[in-house]
T-cell receptor, first 114, second 113 residues
């Protein structure tokens, strides 16, 4: 179990640029989640995949955000035309389906939009 | 959607037992209670999960009364390294793990020497 890996750990970009983050979940896990966390707040759910199917999207996920999980393995989260309000920690988590399968989080990608 | 309420912050001293209570008055039949710990610049880490009565593992205990409208995370003999934010989540982890599994602002525990 190598844990959930996220890349990059930090990203600084200028407003209006596009950014893409990658998440490599624990290999046996079929569920993958993206969350966003701002300072002093708990993580906010963005979207969730079961295998390669994107099953839920939060209303927080505007049309500038898109997530993919090709082949049910790694996932990418892209933000187009970034805004300063997108500055946050983006967390990825994975799990099995079912009881006694908690979320395993990566250490996140911290995005700063200048 | 089972909303949770926790104290915003707590202080304790090294070696003491810490109990953090979470209220979830509208918990549903299929909902489980899960606690996570988060250190700065890290993702949350699973601590413990339960459905009813008492659950214990190597790091914590979780007490859930019969009505399940609250739960208490108990950390025995805390150390400075237990300083973190603790989140209580309630949700149907079998069938609906996305939008109905909500992190609140958590409880910021400060352990003092």
């Amino acid at each position: 179990d190598t844990g959930v890996s996220q890349d990059p750990r930090h990203k600084i970009t200028k407003r209006g640029q596009n950014v893409t983050f990658r998440c490599d979940p624990i290999s046996e896990h079929n569920r993958l989640y993206w969350y966003r966390q701002t300072l002093g707040q708990g993580p906010e759910f963005l979207t969730y995949f079961q295998n390669e199917a994107q099953l839920e999207k939060s209303r927080l996920l505007s049309d500038r955000f898109s997530a993919e999980r090709p082949k049910g393995s790694f996932s990418t989260l892209e933000i187009q035309r970034t805004e300063q309000g997108d500055s946050a920690m983006y967390l990825c988590a994975s799990s099995f389906q079912g009881v006694n399968s908690p979320l395993h989080f990566g250490n996140g990608t911290r995005l700063t939009v200048t | 959607l089972a909303k949770t309420t926790q104290p915003i912050s707590m202080d304790s001293y090294e070696g003491q037992e810490v109990n953090i209570t979470c209220s979830h008055n509208n918990i549903a039949t299929n909902d489980y209670i899960t606690w996570y710990q988060q250190f700065p610049s890290q993702g949350p880490r699973f601590i413990i999960q339960g459905y009813k009565t008492k659950v214990t593992n190597e790091v914590a205990s979780l007490f859930i009364p019969a009505d399940r409208k609250s739960s208490t995370l108990s950390l025995p003999r805390v150390s400075l390294s237990d300083t973190a934010v603790y989140y209580c989540l309630v949700g149907d982890i079998e069938n609906n793990y996305g939008q109905n599994f909500v992190f609140g602002p958590g409880t910021r525990l400060s352990v003092l020497p």
